[in-house]
């Protein structure tokens, strides 16, 4: 092969490596995403210590809000994202860390943790994630972050149910911006963490809890054997007197 024609075959291999290097740069994925933190602030609560530990479940949630995405609907039948914008981790997980540290600031429980942390806990919080999205009255006007959690205590060992609690809440955002959207959210959700918490520490004890500390146990028996005196301080266990101090033993026959 000729130096002219080896030439000619690599100036055309090359451009053909930059005309798609070129296309990758037009055509390539969306810039990378800005990530944005839930930091729910609920106020320290005031009571008294509840003496049964508690387990949290992670939160249920719908595929389409069980992601890293920020959920937005500007009408009542369609779901969409924000373009560029995403949670540090799943909403269920961000819910369930909330919830963790919305119970840990009233200082009025000793043990609690998350489910898969395997706690022994007499009561287990379950939650469903029904609502976590900015809603738009208009396309172009501020959105409302609006919170829908129902919750569950049960048992942990039964997993009975013993009470529910629905709790919807809405904060206005201050703009239409993905920053004031969030600062909403963080509003709306530490308000319903706070409903949340208040409303499972004020939960009497579990059944199981409250049966053992009614019952009381029996005295022990103080009834005198039958047929039977005190051994004397002076009877040997065999039978034999034992000789009082300082008399003569009888000589052995």
């Known amino acids: 092969m000729s130096k002219a024609r080896f030439g000619r075959r690599v100036f055309l291999v090359g451009a053909a490596s930059l005309a798609l290097s070129g296309c990758g740069n037009l055509l390539g994925g969306a810039p990378p995403s800005q990530i944005y933190v839930l930091r729910p602030t609920s106020p320290a609560q005031g009571g008294a210590k509840v003496s049964w530990a508690l387990a949290i479940d992670k939160p249920d949630a719908s595929d389409a809000l069980d992601t890293e995405r920020i959920a937005l609907t500007k009408s009542d039948t369609q779901l969409d994202y924000y373009a560029n914008a995403v949670w540090p981790d799943r909403l269920p997980s961000l819910i369930q860390t909330s919830l963790l540290a919305g119970f840990e600031a009233t200082g009025r429980i000793n043990s609690v943790a998350r489910d898969e942390d395997a ?13 976590f999205e900015a809603r738009y009255a208009t396309p ?5 972050a609006t919170v829908t959690i129902v919750a569950h205590m049960a048992e942990a060992h039964s997993r009975k149910i013993v009470a529910n609690l629905t709790v919807t ?8 911006s993905v920053d004031a959207v969030v600062q909403a959210f ?19 004890p579990p059944p199981a809890m409250r049966s053992a500390a009614d019952i009381t146990p029996p ?35």
């Open 119 to 131: 706690l022994h806990a007499e009561y287990q919080l379950s939650t469903d994630i029904r609502d």
């Open 219 to 253: 005295e022990p028996s103080r009834i005198p054997s039958r047929g039977r005196s005190p051994l004397s301080p002076r009877q040997a266990p065999g039978g034999n007197e034992l000789p009082v101090p300082g008399s003569a033993t009888p000589p052995a026959p």
């Open 140 to 144: 172009d006007g501020a959105p409302t």
């Open 169 to 176: 809440l809405t904060e206005p955002a201050a703009s239409n």
């Open 186 to 204: 963080d509003t709306a959700l530490a308000k319903a963490v706070t409903q949340i918490v208040n409303w499972a520490l004020g939960l009497p």
